[in-house]
């Protein structure tokens, strides 16, 4: 109580903390959810100088696994009239895109294990091409995914993919083959500019790192959408 028997005048309490926005929302605003196929390496602080000078030598084994694996083979037969005739077969990737396409044309099925054998196969490839890139100095695993974290999504065939959509993705995309062209050149001469810069200070300059990643990333979402057939969102024009 004040002196003259009144009671002192007090601010009024602060209102209440609002809520927090709903999950999807930034600001007040509708984010979209990411993209179902998604690439991340892990920046190493330090490489080793050595590996990356012999890079090109060390390579050679696990590149030739992986290309027996996704490369399609020819060979020439010789016909009972003497006449030789080549023959070519196609690739596991190849023939795992056609089987899947008329899988979701006719039957609107993935089958999972389809979907975890390509998986499995993208992050492989995924794990030399980083190695190759020179984003790490741990060699490719086969079984492990090391500092390479590689995700897509698994449909639902019914509910998110268009049975007519694969058809004509191969079309649809041919924008971002167009930019990942040029994106591609300029990964390769990071690639180069990173290799001295390894060999000097044994870094990765960070922007090159965050670079290449990008690329290698916009290149995931693209294989998904038109390769790996996974999803009927259109790949964003981004490198994050």
Do not use: C
């Not at 007519?164 to 180069?192: E, N, Q, T």
């Amino acid at each position: 109580m004040s002196n003259d028997g009144q009671s002192p005048l007090t601010p009024p309490p602060p209102p209440p903390p609002s809520a927090p926005p709903p999950a999807g929302y930034q600001g007040g605003v509708p984010t979209a959810p990411p993209y179902p196929a998604r690439l991340e390496i892990a920046y190493p602080e330090q490489l080793s100088r050595l590996t990356t000078a012999f890079r090109l030598i060390l390579i050679i084994p696990i590149a030739i696994v992986i290309s027996v694996l996704t490369g399609g083979g020819t060979q020439y037969v010789q016909t009972p009239d003497g006449d030789w005739v080549q023959t070519t077969t196609a690739s596991i990737t190849g023939g795992l895109f056609m089987a899947t396409l008329l899988m979701i044309l006719f039957r609107q099925r993935y089958p999972r294990w389809w979907f975890d054998f390509a998986l499995e196969l993208t992050r492989f490839g995924a794990r030399v091409g980083a190695y190759f890139a020179l984003l790490t100095d741990t060699y490719p695993s086969t079984v492990d995914h090391q500092s390479v974290r590689l995700d897509v999504e698994y449909p639902d065939v019914e509910r998110d993919l268009n049975r007519w959509l694969p058809l004509v993705k191969w079309f649809l995309a041919i924008p971002h083959y167009f930019v990942l062209f040029f994106l591609a050149i300029g990964a390769i001469f990071s690639v180069v500019i990173a290799w001295f810069a390894i060999l000097f200070t044994g870094r990765y300059p960070r922007g090159l790192f965050d670079y290449v990643v990008g690329v290698a990333r916009w290149g995931l979402r693209v294989q998904a959408y038109v390769g790996l057939l996974t999803t009927d969102r259109y790949p964003p024009f981004s490198l994050r």
